[in-house]
């Protein structure tokens, strides 16, 4: 089984504090993505990478970076948290080319304050 | 604009059928594809369609009719573990769109 690992599952830190979020698949996929989900908007994409040190622009990349050094790893940098950065993030993989079915990890739900 | 527009919330009889409509507005298309999302929980893998037609997975189908850039999931035999939140998804150009999901309420 495909097996996605998210570093943590709850986050609280303060504003302005420079924050990590690391996620791991060890199913040597080539595709990795970064979503966001708040209530009423559904899955939006931040950053995805589809080989090492790779990355592309989502649809919200405002106020994050990612970083992609090694295949099984991705990781989502938020530069100086904010309060509008608390939400639900979700990582997932999927294999390359198509890539259609993606797996997703448990998700780290983190609080700005 | 990209897009992808179904229902907010659906509720359904335990035992019954329910369909979850999915229509989408996208640069490019590839194919639809349909997660399953329970509270607390991360969004998995139902089912894709990259040609029209329905697709059958034991209780649960997905349909596509590319020419009405439309399909649907259809849930048969509903138990209460399928409550949960359903995305439908777009693989447009070089990356996924995802729906806002539908809230399936199941009634005993």
């Known amino acids: 089984d495909v097996k996605v690992t998210q570093s943590s599952r709850y986050l609280v830190k303060r504003t302005g504090e420079k924050v990590f979020l690391e996620c791991v698949q060890d199913?040597?996929?080539?595709?990795m993505f970064w979503y966001r989900q708040d209530p009423g908007l559904g899955l939006r994409l931040i950053y995805f990478s589809y080989d090492v040190k790779m990355k592309e622009k989502g649809d919200i990349p405002e106020g994050y970076s990612v970083s992609r050094e090694k295949k099984e790893r991705f990781s989502l940098i938020l530069e100086s948290a904010s309060t509008n950065q608390t939400s639900m993030y979700l990582c997932?993989?999927?294999?390359?080319?198509?890539?259609?079915?993606?797996?997703f990890g448990p998700g780290t739900r983190l609080l700005v304050l | 604009g990209q897009s992808l527009e179904q229902p907010s919330e659906v509720t359904a009889v335990e035992g019954a059928i329910v369909q979850i409509n999915c229509t989408y507005q996208t640069s490019g298309f590839y194919g639809l594809s349909w997660y399953q999302q329970h509270d607390g929980g991360a969004p998995t893998f139902l089912s894709y369609?990259?040609?029209?037609g329905l697709e059958e997975t034991g209780r649960f189908s997905s349909f596509l009719s590319r020419s009405d850039s439309y399909g649907y999931l259809l849930l048969q035999e509903l138990q209460m573990k399928d409550s949960a939140s359903y995305f439908c998804a777009v693989r447009s150009d070089d990356k996924i769109i995802f729906g806002k999901g539908t809230r399936l309420h199941i009634l005993p």
């Open positions: 997932a993989s999927s294999l390359g080319g198509s890539g259609e079915t993606q797996y």
């Open positions: 199913m040597d996929h080539e595709n």
């Open positions: 369609n990259a040609l029209d």
